[in-house]
């Protein structure tokens, strides 16, 4: 009970900060629901710029989420090329999220690969952002394994506070108490230069079904600054995902 205490408490501590955080910007969660039978992926977008926040996430078929710009016409082909791409994937039992392009290669070399998201990162197919702020890299994958099993990664590619070099953070998790899970996001907060994500993945509470999980979590995030999330439920035992979406933009249209 102790050891469970300190658990809720930890987690509790971080959604509060999390709550407090103006700016996260993108924000990845992963980890276990309340009855220890879904995986959970979470992803969230937040923006200071007008193109960053005129975006929406889109539900393709399959569990493929897309994040779409609203207008073209209002942002470079430079800006487009990095705030629209494939957030989730997935392919029978491999999953994937990320911030970026790299999503669909997180997805395939979880798939091909024994080395999963160390494949990535230690063939130097990718860095942070090539954009004014040095964005992190994140990237999320679950795989199914057999007998309720599951193994879980997590992979941040940050500069360097040394140079322009990359900093690459692995994690590897395949176990995570129900109800729990952990997270990591793009930025520490607010600011000019915009402080990065520091440390570990942080650990988060996943309390109630999918409606409370997703709601909690755009409910926490600072309201000027937040555009979309989406949450990926994944049936350990089936494979079978659903999949929640909420866009600004639709509730703004909507009042």
């Not at 501590?13 to 709550?19: G, I, K, P, S, W």
Request: hydrophobic content about 35%.
């Amino acid at each position: 009970m102790e050891e469970l205490f300190t658990l809720e408490q930890n987690a509790q501590n971080n959604f509060e900060a999390l709550r407090k955080n103006s700016y996260p910007g993108r924000f990845i969660g992963i980890g276990l629901d309340e009855t220890g039978t879904n995986l959970i992926q979470i992803y969230a977008i937040m923006g200071r710029s007008p193109g960053s926040r005129g975006r929406r996430f889109e539900e393709l078929n399959n569990g493929y989420i897309d994040v779409r710009v609203l207008d073209e016409t209002k942002v470079s082909p430079q800006e487009l090329a990095l705030i629209q791409y494939p957030a989730m994937a997935q392919k029978g039992k491999y999953f994937a999220v990320s911030n970026g392009a790299q999503t669909m290669d997180a997805l395939s070399r979880s798939m091909n690969s024994c080395y999963g998201l160390a494949d990535i990162a230690y063939r130097d197919v990718w860095t942070y952002e090539p954009d004014e702020n040095t964005t992190a890299r994140i990237t999320a994958t679950s795989v199914l394994l057999d007998n309720m099993k599951y193994s879980t990664e997590i992979l941040l590619l940050q500069k360097s506070v040394f140079g322009n070099t990359c900093v690459k953070s692995l994690y590897k998790c395949d176990e995570f108490t129900p109800g729990f899970g952990v997270y990591v996001s793009t930025y520490d907060g607010d600011g000019n230069p915009l402080p990065t994500f520091t440390g570990s993945p942080r650990l988060i509470p996943f309390t109630g079904g999918q409606d409370m999980v997703t709601r909690k979590f755009w409910d926490a995030l600072n309201s000027e600054n937040k555009v979309s999330i989406v949450s990926k439920f994944i049936d350990i035992r089936t494979g079978e995902s659903t999949v929640q979406i909420i866009n600004k933009h639709e509730l703004e249209v909507a009042k």
